[in-house]
Each structure stands twice: as structure tokens, then as C-alpha cells.
């Protein structure tokens, strides 16, 4: 099956969106991830940047948007579903082996391109790794102040609202004290 009409046209205009936000900042790529600013396993509704700007709703995946281009990867488990869900005339799928989007930016960007990530939603490994791939290749990552998903997303949900609780300690495996001394002291080591 292929993804609805009305979904499709909404999928590419945000895309066009995104590129033209683009061309403003000067930027060649931007990189969309599917996590959320405490690299949760699964994220809230609110923080579904990808699904939103794609439209493919599998739980792993990266998506990144070129002038000319969009490719979003995922791994074995995802790829017949977003070749379902993604309107091929907008996006590529691509598997997750043999090769990341960093180096494949690195081979199609034009010397000296300016690739977007935000920057809050990167582990600080992945974001280094990234930018020394992209400065061996002579290109600059940019660390975004703020989201341009989140600047077009009008209908966002909110983000949830449920309070905190601790979970009992024969599920946590350990108490929120002893938690809180380990990460005290690793901290500070």
C-alpha cells in the first residue's frame, strides 16, 4: 500500500518548508533524528520530528533533507515499512548498513556545505563523530539554538504532563539514593 494522498502532500510540504528555511540559513542538510532531548527509548508524541517531517512511523530511523534530495535510514526491521509509508518521489530509503548519512553527506555535499543538526538531540559522541567526518570532508556541522521542525509543527501535541514517580525497588534494582550516589560519583571521578 502506499501512504495517503493527503499525507503525501503534507509530507512534501514540509519538506519544502524545511528546504526553503534551508536556502534562509545558508545551510545544505539538515539531519532529523528520531530522539528525544534525554535519548529516550521511546519518545512522546511531542518529540516526533521525524515521523512528523517523513511521515514513516517506525521507532528507529534518521532522516536527512537536501535542496535536491531527502533519505531517511533505518535498520532490516524498518525497511518494508517505510518503503510503504514514504512517497518515493520525495524520499529515498536507506538501510542502515554498510553506510551512515554522515558519509554519505561527505560524498554528495558540495565542498565547503553546512550541514544542521539540533544539538539536544545528539549524544555527544554521535554529534563528534559527525563533526570530524564532516571537517575531514571540509564541511561544518551547525549546532541549531533551536528546531525548525518545532517552528513549522503548529499542531504539535503537548508535551506529557504526567508527574514523576519512583518505580518500587524490587523493579528499580536499586534505590533512588544509592542511583543518585553512583551518578554523584562518577560525575566527579
Given amino acids: 500500500p502506499t501512504p495517503s494522498w493527503n499525507l503525501q502532500t503534507m509530507v512534501k510540504e514540509r519538506v519544502e518548508k524545511l528546504r526553503s528555511w534551508m536556502s534562509k540559513e545558508g545551510l545544505h542538510a539538515f539531519i532529523v533524528t528520531s530522539e528525544d532531548a534525554h535519548q529516550s527509548e521511546y519518545v512522546a508524541d511531542c518529540d516526533k520530528r521525524r515521523e512528523y517531517v517523513s511521515g514513516f512511523t517506525g521507532s528507529a530511523g534518521t532522516a536527512v533533507v537536501l535542496q535536491d534530495q531527502a533519505w531517511l535510514w533505518t535498520d532490516g526491521r524498518y525497511l518494508s515499512q517505510a518503503e510503504q509509508q514514504l512517497d518515493g ?28 543538526v539540533d544539538p539536544w538531540l545528539l549524544p555527544l559522541s554521535t554529534a563528534r563523530t ?49 542511583k543518585l550516589t553512583a551518578v554523584r560519583t562518577e560525575v566527579t571521578a
Avoid at 518521489?89 to 550541514?115: G, I, Y
Wanted: glycine letters at 2%; one cysteine or more.
Fill in 89 to 116: 518521489a520525495v524520499w529515498k530509503v536507506m538501510n542502515s548498513r554498510p553506510k551512515l548519512p554522515v558519509d554519505l553527506l561527505c560524498e554528495t555535499l558540495p565542498p565547503a556545505s553546512s550541514v544542521a
Fill in 130 to 178: 559527525i563533526e570530524n567526518k564532516l571537517t575531514a570532508a571540509g564541511h561544518t556541522l551547525v549546532a541549531l539554538q533551536s528546531n525548525p521542525v518545532d517552528a513549522m509543527w503548529t499542531d504539535r501535541p503537548a508535551p506529557p504532563s504526567e508527574p514523576a514517580f519512583v518505580h518500587p525497588l524490587h523493579l528499580a534494582g536499586q534505590s533512588v539514593t544509592d
